[in-house]
T-cell receptor
Framework: EAGVAQSPRYKIIEKRQSVAFWCNPISGHATLYWYQQILGQGPKLLIQFQNNGVVDDSQLPKDRFSAERLKGVDSTLKIQPAKLEDSAVYLC??????????????FGEGSRLTVL | SQKIEQNSEALNIQEGKTATLTCNYTNYSPAYLQWYRQDPGRGPVFLLLIRENEKEKRKERLKVTFDTTLKQSLFHITASQPADSATYLCALDPTDSWGKLQFGAGTQVVVTP
């Protein structure tokens, strides 16, 4: 079974530029998450999708971050304009069940963003 | 405010010994608690899930306990091996936030031969 795919693995941009990350979850997984992990910290939830609807985006900085999940499968996370503090690893995860009460999260390898 | 606290200092342990990691939480009423392993440059990998009505869960050399009175979970790696060296994250699933998994900062474990 293929895992969660993410791209690009690494991205370096100047501040105020834009960047987009792509995620393809495990086939059949209805729930998709984007997490931000700053060096030395645990992952922080940015947004959760159930199929193609947003369940929770309360911690997404909506003035610069946006995310979509078209057709309930792939998802993209965009940052525009980027700030220095956005330097982090962006992790995509999916789960088979609705929420995490009965199931684990499957994470991708992450996309490491460096903002100069 | 809600907090999940894990030892920030790395745990250095000799091969064959038992590593014990602590996860303390405040202002949560979690229905579940999960433990993940994260290697450098990789995404977290699920290890164990324990429910609020379970006191202990085991999987091979891993054991997790969950004390909702103390608001604490302990994670044990018995007969540790160098391959167990990684960062271990605890994560809470609050009862009032369906599917909103929140993570601690993790504890790094270093197992030396």
């Amino acid at each position: 079974e293929a895992g969660v795919a993410q791209s690009p693995r690494y991205k370096i941009i100047e501040k105020r530029q834009s960047v987009a990350f792509w995620c393809n979850p495990i086939s059949g997984h209805a729930t998709l998450y984007w997490y931000q992990q700053i060096l030395g910290q645990g992952p922080k939830l940015l947004i959760q999708f159930q199929n193609n609807g947003v369940v929770d985006d309360s911690q997404l900085p909506k003035d610069r971050f946006s995310a979509e999940r078209l057709k309930g499968v792939d998802s993209t996370l965009k940052i525009q304009p980027a700030k220095l503090e956005d330097s982090a690893v962006y992790l995509c995860a999916s789960s088979a069940e609705s929420g995490t009460r009965t199931g684990e999260l499957f994470f991708g390898e992450g996309s490491r963003l460096t903002v100069l | 405010s809600q907090k999940i606290e894990q030892n920030s200092e790395a745990l250095n342990i000799q091969e064959g010994k038992t590593a014990t990691l602590t996860c303390n939480y405040t202002n949560y009423s979690p229905a579940y608690l999960q433990w993940y392993r994260q290697d450098p440059g990789r995404g977290p990998v699920f290890l164990l899930l324990i429910r609020e009505n379970e006191k202990e869960k085991r999987k091979e050399r891993l054991k997790v306990t969950f004390d909702t009175t103390l608001k604490q979970s302990l994670f044990h790696i018995t007969a540790s091996q160098p391959a167990d060296s990684a960062t271990y994250l605890c994560a809470l699933d609050p009862t009032d936030s369906w599917g909103k998994l929140q993570f601690g900062a993790g504890t790094q474990v270093v197992v030396t031969p």
